[in-house]
């Protein structure tokens, strides 16, 4: 819209000046006609007398041969005439003019042919004419002249008005991109009104339209979060009890209906981490992730790792290495880094191949990576495990909510997050980079 806007205002601007130009070349034309043949006329009847007077003078008949002529070294004349008498002879000539009588008609008043504008003074008494000729060339000169004077200025307005109506326009429209900021800044986590005080009048029903939708929003999104965080919460207790139940019962049965109760816990297992997810999720859409003090995120990422190890000590698949001198440190959340560790280590172990170990590495520079063995991905396989429930071609027990929990944890932490597949350095493989800026690292 800005640029739209300059170039408009540019070029009707730009217009305006041409045609005003042009308008003052065609008055000026018009004005130096008037001044030219005013000029022409005044030059004409002020020779009269003194030709008459120098003609009285003379001894002898008035002859072509008594015909004076001035010095032909007095360079290019301006205005040029002849004086003729009644029958046309030439009696007095200007240097420049011609030998041969003008075409001009022996007759007062103005006469113009393609080259000259010729004015003709007659004597009182009818015998002595004067003829003054203006070159049209010195008039087309002087109104190109005069032209050049008015579109000069022109070419050197147009880039300074350009940059002018930049200015202008960009101050102008400043109020219209702070509220396309404010607005481009709300999403699930920041849900706070657009300030309209400093907003000009003809913006501030758009303010208040949006903050209305963010009201709106925030309403249906905190009972979103409150009925995913209850369901979950309640959920939790009964699933628990019946899992309870079902192990006595596979305890005191045989045979065929033992497996139908293992498939009954196997069930509710899965259904109690389902719930844990969404009670996660919740909490991720809270905005947990930002944290209001430092804290050392190396320790908790080392705390998960030996809490997997400790649940898990037959399989033994976890590496956890640290480079030296490496640190996690900032104004993060423990809670919110523990449940994006533990569910990316959890899909790392469960869908990661068994046979090869799991390898979590702390870089310097905030850098965490979580790699395990699998077929390499494609784009669109990458991009589809990334949504909300999405799950790739595995037959292991999952939710499909763990990257979305982690990713939105992670966006609340303002730290980059990456999925790779193949892995680095490998063929295969799938790793996870965690990016924690060095700003935010360094607390």
Do not use: C
Not at 78 to 94: C, F, H
Not at 340 to 363: F, K, M, Y
């Amino acid at each position: 819209m800005t640029r739209r806007l300059i170039l408009w205002l540019t070029g009707a601007a730009t217009a305006f000046w041409l045609i005003a130009a042009g308008l003052g070349v065609s008055v000026m034309k018009e004005e130096f006609d008037e001044f030219f043949d005013g000029s022409l006329q005044e030059t004409a009847e002020r020779l009269m007398p003194l030709v008459i007077d120098d003609l009285q003078r003379r001894e002898g008949p008035v002859s072509p041969k008594h015909i004076q002529r001035q010095v032909e070294d007095m360079g290019e004349e301006y205005l040029i005439y002849q004086v003729r008498d009644a029958s046309g002879t030439i009696l007095i000539r200007s240097h420049d003019a011609p030998e041969e009588p003008f075409e001009t008609p022996l007759k007062r008043g103005f006469w113009k042919n393609d080259d000259y504008q010729f004015y003709t003074a007659r004597a009182a008494d009818g015998t002595v004419f004067i003829q003054v000729g203006d070159a049209l060339d010195n008039r087309i000169e002087a109104v190109i002249e005069g032209g050049m004077a008015l579109f000069l200025p022109v070419l050197i307005l147009i880039p300074v008005s350009v940059l002018l109506i930049w200015l202008i326009v960009r101050r102008t429209l400043k109020p219209v991109d702070d509220l396309r900021r404010a607005i481009e800044e709300k999403d699930g986590g920041n849900m706070a009104p657009v300030p309209s005080r400093m907003l000009p009048r003809e913006l501030l029903p758009i303010a208040r339209s949006v903050n209305h939708l963010l009201v709106r929003l925030q309403s249906a999104f905190d009972a979103e979060r409150e009925f995913t965080a209850n369901s979950a919460h309640e959920l939790r207790t009964p699933i628990a009890g019946a899992l309870a139940q079902t192990q006595m019962l596979i305890a005191e049965l045989d045979g065929p209906k033992k497996r139908r109760a293992q498939q009954i816990e196997t069930s509710l297992i899965n259904l109690g981490h389902t719930a844990e997810k969404l009670l996660q999720l919740a909490r991720a859409e809270a905005g947990i992730g930002a944290g209001s003090g430092n804290a050392d995120l190396a320790r908790v990422l080392e705390l998960v790792v030996a809490d997997f190890e400790r649940s898990d000590p037959v399989s033994g698949r976890l590496r956890f290495h640290r480079e030296a001198g490496a640190s996690l440190n900032g104004s993060y959340s423990e809670d919110a880094f523990a449940i994006v560790l533990r569910n990316l280590i959890e899909n790392a172990l469960l869908h990661g191949s068994r046979q090869e170990l799991v390898n979590i590495r702390l870089e310097a520079g905030g850098v965490v990576r979580i790699v395990n063995g699998a077929a390499a991905l494609s784009p669109d396989e990458l991009a589809a495990i990334r949504k909300r429930f999405g799950r790739g071609a595995t037959t292991a027990p999952g939710s499909g909510l763990g990257l979305s929990i982690a990713e939105r944890l992670l966006q609340q932490m303002n730290a980059g997050f990456e999925i790779l597949s193949p892995a680095t350095g490998r063929h295969d493989g799938l790793e996870v980079v965690l990016r924690f800026g060095q700003e935010d690292a360094a607390g």
